[in-house]
């Protein structure tokens, strides 16, 4: 249904854009053909997603070797272990799409599944495709590309919206049903689910400080943020406010509440402040989520 939608759509553009080097949008979403500037994208705060279409690759994430080979796709969160030492056959041809940590809390749909997968991608970054996946994964890498190839539509940003949350839906199915959501069974590992739990709950909306968690399970907060760091490659903080913010952009999309009810429901004492924070962490102010 997806493929005839997209045929659909695109049979009747005069042109088709291949990008073959590195392209970007507002630098909101860059597409390119080397896994070379990965790591320098991800220190940027991009999350690397890539397709591999020939040949195979071998890179490193942290002290971690994996192989990227014809079929695969891969994911790897920003400023998490930075992908080195990349060795790729002679025949190796990859599609990369990066995408900034803003613009993918914009498009992220109503799911946490991408929290919890992010656990499983520090430890498994490639999935490998079965043929039907694989067709699945280029037709999105192929709607994307050919939206990024139409600038002047009317409601370009909604659609690139659209195109990454579509990106987005298929990776977490490909996730989910390759690795299912595995359970950590290390001491730290349990402590990190633990706490993700805590915000599955809802907590942040009303603290946001990593003390606050650290009392909750009964840890210092300088062991909870060193145990986040090296179960996920991420802060304590970081995954607070990557909560929240997600939660955030939900909320404010909603038409049946008000910016300042949007603010009052995660405490924000001041307008103000609301839309700094929102501006930060999701690089646009809380009246541009409106529609």
Known sequence: MIYDMCKFFFDGVGFFCYFCSMVDLNEEIVVADTLADTAAMQARGYVTHALCRGGECVFRLGPKEHRLCEGDCMIVPQQSLQVHHVEASGDFRVEVVYVSSAFVALSTPRSNYGMRGHLALFENPVMHLTEEQEAVCALNFDYLRRRLALPHHHFHRDAMMNAVQCMIIVFFDFHAELYGEREVTTQQGVLMQRFL????????????????????????????????????????????????????????????????????LYGFSSMSYFARYVQKNLGVAPSDLRG
Do not use: H, M, N
């Not at 909870?224 to 991420?234: A, D, H, P």
């Open 197 to 264: 739990g805590l915000l599955d709950a809802g907590e942040f909306r009303r603290r946001r400080d990593v003390g606050y968690y650290a009392e909750r399970l009964c840890v210092t907060p300088k062991y909870l943020s060193e145990v986040c760091q090296r179960v996920s490659g991420e802060s304590a903080l970081y995954w607070i406010t990557r909560y929240t913010a997600l939660d955030i952009s939900r909320q404010l999309r909603r038409r049946d509440v008000t910016i300042e009810e949007v603010a009052d």
